[in-house]
C-alpha cells in the first residue's frame, strides 16, 4: 500500500510509524489518554498520512478520506507469525517477546496487542462509520479501485508489498481446520469486527 500512495502522492504523503498502537513502548499503549487527546494537524503541504497509527490522533476536518484495508483476523496473525519467524530483530519490544519465549501460533495469538488487534489496539474507541472505506484484503484490488475512484486519483493496484513467502509449513498451518477454529475462537472479538466493517 506504501509504494501504491506514495507513487500517487509523491512529496504530498507522510508517513506515520513512529506510534504503532501494537509497540509496547507507544504512547497509546504507555498514556492512551493524553495519546487520544492530543489530536495532531496533518501539516500543510500534505495530502495523504500513511503508516501504524490510531486513526484517533489526527484533528480530522469533515472533508478529511479515512480508508483502511483490513485482513480476515486469522489469515492476518497468521501472515504475521510467518513474517516474525522470518524477521531479523529490529528492536520491536512485542516481537523481541516473541522471539525470546519461542512463541507458537496459538500462544501468540494469545497476546491481548494482537489478539484484540483490530477491536482495541488499532481501532478501539474510534466510530468506523467516519471511515469513508474499509476494505477488505480479500477484495483488494475492488476495494483499491473503490478507494480510487473516491479520491479522485488513480492508484496502480497491482502493486503488492509485504507479502511472506510461501512455504509448506505455512501451507499445512493455513489449511488445518482444527486451527483455523481455534483461532476464530481466540480471535473471537476482531472477527466480530472484520466481520461488521471490512467489504
Given at each position: 500500500?506504501?509504494?501504491?500512495?506514495?507513487?500517487?502522492?509523491?512529496?504530498?504523503?507522510k508517513?506515520?510509524?513512529?506510534?504503532?498502537?501494537?509497540?509496547v513502548?507507544?504512547?497509546?499503549?504507555?498514556?492512551p489518554h493524553?495519546y487520544?487527546?492530543?489530536?495532531?494537524?496533518?501539516p500543510?503541504g500534505?495530502s495523504?498520512?500513511?503508516?501504524?497509527?490510531?486513526?484517533?490522533k489526527?484533528d480530522?476536518?469533515?472533508?478529511?478520506?479515512?480508508f483502511?484495508?483490513?485482513?480476515?483476523?486469522?489469515?492476518?496473525?497468521?501472515?504475521?507469525?510467518?513474517?516474525?519467524?522470518?524477521?531479523g530483530?529490529?528492536?520491536?519490544?512485542?516481537h523481541e517477546?516473541?522471539l525470546?519465549?519461542?512463541?507458537?501460533?496459538v500462544e501468540?495469538?494469545?497476546?491481548?496487542?494482537?489478539?484484540?488487534?483490530?477491536?482495541?489496539?488499532?481501532?478501539g474507541?474510534?466510530?468506523m462509520?467516519r471511515?469513508?472505506?474499509i476494505?477488505?484484503?480479500?477484495?483488494?484490488?475492488?476495494a483499491?479501485?473503490?478507494?480510487?475512484?473516491?479520491?479522485d486519483r488513480?492508484?496502480?493496484?497491482?502493486?503488492?508489498d509485504?507479502?511472506?513467502?510461501?512455504?509448506d509449513e505455512?501451507?499445512e498451518?493455513?489449511?488445518?481446520?482444527?486451527?483455523?477454529?481455534?483461532?476464530?475462537d481466540?480471535?473471537?472479538?476482531?472477527?466480530?469486527?472484520?466481520?461488521r466493517?471490512?467489504?
Open positions: 500500500m506504501l509504494r501504491i500512495l506514495s507513487n500517487t502522492y509523491g512529496d504530498g504523503i508517513l506515520d510509524y513512529a506510534d504503532n498502537p501494537a509497540n513502548l507507544s504512547q497509546r499503549v504507555l498514556d493524553r487520544m487527546n492530543r489530536r495532531e494537524r496533518v500543510p500534505i495523504c498520512v500513511h503508516g501504524h497509527f490510531h486513526p484517533g489526527y480530522l476536518s469533515p472533508d478529511d478520506w479515512l483502511t484495508i483490513l485482513r480476515n483476523p486469522v489469515d492476518n496473525i497468521i501472515s504475521i507469525y510467518f513474517f516474525w519467524k522470518s524477521m530483530r529490529q528492536g520491536d519490544s512485542l517477546y516473541f525470546d519465549n519461542d512463541l507458537t501460533l501468540m495469538a494469545q497476546l491481548p496487542l494482537l489478539r484484540y488487534l483490530y477491536s482495541q489496539t488499532y481501532f474507541g474510534f466510530p462509520e471511515f469513508n472505506l476494505g477488505d484484503h480479500e477484495n483488494r484490488e475492488a483499491l479501485m473503490r478507494l480510487a475512484r473516491l479520491i488513480p492508484l496502480d493496484v497491482s502493486v503488492r509485504n507479502v511472506t513467502p510461501a512455504s505455512r501451507e498451518v493455513e489449511n488445518d481446520p482444527v486451527l483455523r477454529r481455534r483461532l476464530t481466540i480471535l473471537a472479538d476482531d472477527v466480530r469486527f472484520f466481520d466493517y471490512a467489504r
